[in-house]
């Protein structure tokens, strides 16, 4: 065994009481396994990662157990109580780390090659020219494109997935041991996706490496991992051979995960959800009643080839018409202006009552088209017309209709809302902007109202953003959305960052509320079975142009373009 854990405890250390977050942990890895960590937000993953390395904040504390770790000449040392010199040692050198964002993992003000060249430094004490050869030696073996480029480069000029093979790079710049992934493909692509996962397993067999894989990614866990752990509420629930407990889950909780799934759904159906409120305290208390599994079918028209194909059954509501955006590109010395073009000649149209979904790789301009319908991208040159008219030309009380009837739900519900405003005053201020209700009374009705709708407690319009978890902030976001009740949400990638649980109850909630109140969604997304469970219809993009679209049942069973078979192979689940 490379590491065996024992009994381990972490509690938060707070002056009036302890709060325990992971509790009576016992598992082990040896030498060259892959060992996956499943589980929901808050469940203890990333915890327990950061414990083998010592980093947790100064108030968690490992108060119970002992991390035993086998270093490269033979030794076991116990890391629970290994001296800060010995920790410097095996940090970065034996035992790496992959963390999920890179952006935020690397330094923006370094470029790519220095910041490998730090950790080569720090363990191999290697300078000058050959640190820099050992440098270009491991972005190729990371299969960077252009290693030389790479060196050079800093952060913000490279793709997401060219950022996690930097990450990855820095990594294995030492032969450790061990590597810990926390989500490392959770906001990647699925193409890309594909290429970081055979890129660990190439390097693990080359290197003989142990790896702890951790997601909330059933589909993706099942590629990449042999043995399997699955946490809840800071204890292993569930552990045993990959394939052995997802094709036959014992614990009713892991059973939950499976049954949330939109692959496991066709397009209509109510998907399974976990709610956490109906949790027994203790995990052993667990019963079937604690599994929501309500499987109802939505009162949905469900889209066909025929029906699609006569278009005077839906009005058309928006209409895009050869699309062109392009963004300026400053370089060399006197500030050189270079176009980057973005969108190409992009046209199709958006029909009442539908969704829409937008698919491609990071980089096709999916956003860009949300963002220019919402008139925050300026178009180059092409028409955009909402219900006819062009929103170009639009002013005054036309741009300001336009405005409330065309809403945007961001994928990130951190960002995208006011942290010093309580969740009420967000949902009310649009009404207050669009001069909707005559007094505050009259819009707290309404918020109040809104919160019910998307399942939240009157409890929260006095809260903050930071006293809500990630679904509830979506919920929040999609309930400032409606506010305003517009006829077309633009959603993009707005459950892609989630829980498959919570995802599974915003799509829920997204679906009744087109039932009810009888929405077109255009639903920008870089996850093709939940876009295949939600859409209509599909669009997909490549290099800013339309290379492919059509009913979303016709075109996943069917796909036309080998751009759009590779992204569909290229799913997990289906690769």
Do not use: W
């Not at 301009?365 to 929103?391: A, C, N, P, Q």
């Not at 999609?478 to 990638?493: G, K, Q, T």
């Amino acid at each position: 065994m490379i590491v065996d854990i024992q009994n381990v405890t972490i509690e938060v250390i707070q002056p009036a009481k302890k709060l325990i977050l992971c509790k009576n942990l016992s598992f082990f890895i040896n030498p060259g396994e892959t060992v996956g960590i499943l589980g929901e937000s808050g469940s203890g993953k990333s915890m327990t990662a950061l414990s083998v390395l010592r980093l947790l904040p100064p108030s968690i504390k490992i108060t119970q157990g002992k991390i035993n770790f086998t270093r490269k000449d033979g030794s076991v040392v116990n890391l629970v109580e290994a001296s800060y010199s010995e920790l410097q040692g095996i940090r970065g050198k034996e035992i790496s780390m992959v963390f999920q964002e890179p952006m935020t993992s690397l330094n923006p003000a370094f470029s790519c090659g220095d910041q490998v060249l730090e950790t080569i430094f720090q363990h191999q004490k290697i300078l000058g020219k050959e640190a820099k050869k050992r440098v270009l030696e491991l972005f190729e073996k990371v299969k960077l494109s252009d290693p030389q480029r790479i060196y050079t480069s800093y952060p913000h000029q490279l793709s997401g997935g060219q950022k996690q093979r930097v990450m990855i790079a820095i990594a294995i710049s030492c032969n450790p041991g061990l590597l810990i992934a926390d989500e490392p493909t959770t906001a990647l692509d699925v193409t890309v996706q594909k290429s970081i996962l055979e890129l660990l397993k190439e390097i693990q067999e080359e290197m003989k490496m142990a790896i702890i894989f951790i997601t909330h990614d059933i589909n993706v866990v099942a590629e990449i991992a042999k043995r399997l752990l699955v946490f809840y509420k800071g204890e292993i629930v569930e552990q045993g051979d990959v394939v052995n407990i997802l094709e036959h889950p014992k614990h009713i909780y892991t059973q939950g995960l499976m049954n949330c799934r939109t692959s496991a759904y066709k397009k209509g159906q109510r998907l399974k959800t976990l709610d956490d409120a109906n949790f027994g305290s203790d995990i052993r208390d667990m019963k079937v009643s604690d599994f929501v599994v309500d499987n109802r079918l939505f009162d949905l028209p469900v889209t066909s080839d025929s029906a699609l194909s006569v278009k005077q059954e839906r009005a058309s509501i928006l209409q895009i018409c050869n699309l062109n955006v392009s963004f300026s590109r400053y370089s060399g010395f006197f500030g050189h202006n270079s176009k980057n073009q973005i969108l190409k000649n992009v046209s199709f149209e958006v029909f009442q009552g539908e969704t829409l979904g937008l698919v491609g790789e990071s980089g096709s301009g999916k956003t860009t088209i949300g963002r220019s319908i919402m008139k925050l991208v300026e178009s180059e040159s092409g028409d955009i017309l909402y219900k006819g008219k062009k929103i170009d030309i639009l002013t005054g009380n036309e741009l300001r209709s336009f405005r409330k009837n065309v809403q945007i739900i961001f994928q990130d519900p951190y960002s995208s809302l006011n942290p010093k405003m309580t969740i009420g005053d967000m949902i009310s201020e649009p009404l207050i902007v669009h001069g909707l209700f005559k007094d505050s009374n009259e819009r707290k009705i309404r918020a109040l109202k809104l919160l019910r709708e998307v399942g939240l407690n009157e409890e929260y319009y006095n809260r903050y953003p930071h006293q809500s978890s990630g679904g509830q902030r979506q919920r929040i976001g999609i309930a400032r959305a409606l506010a305003v009740e517009p006829e077309l949400i633009i959603l993009d990638e707005s459950v892609s960052a989630l829980d498959v649980s919570i995802q599974a109850q915003i799509l829920n909630l997204l679906n009744d509320l087109k039932r009810e109140y009888n929405f077109t969604y255009i639903f920008i997304s870089h996850d093709l079975n939940t876009v295949r469970f939600m859409a209509d219809r599909v669009i997909v993009l490549k290099e800013g142009a339309v290379i492919e679209q059509g009913t979303s049942d016709g075109l996943f069973s069917n796909p036309q373009n080998s751009y759009t078979r590779n992204l569909i192979f290229s799913t997990p689940g289906h690769r």
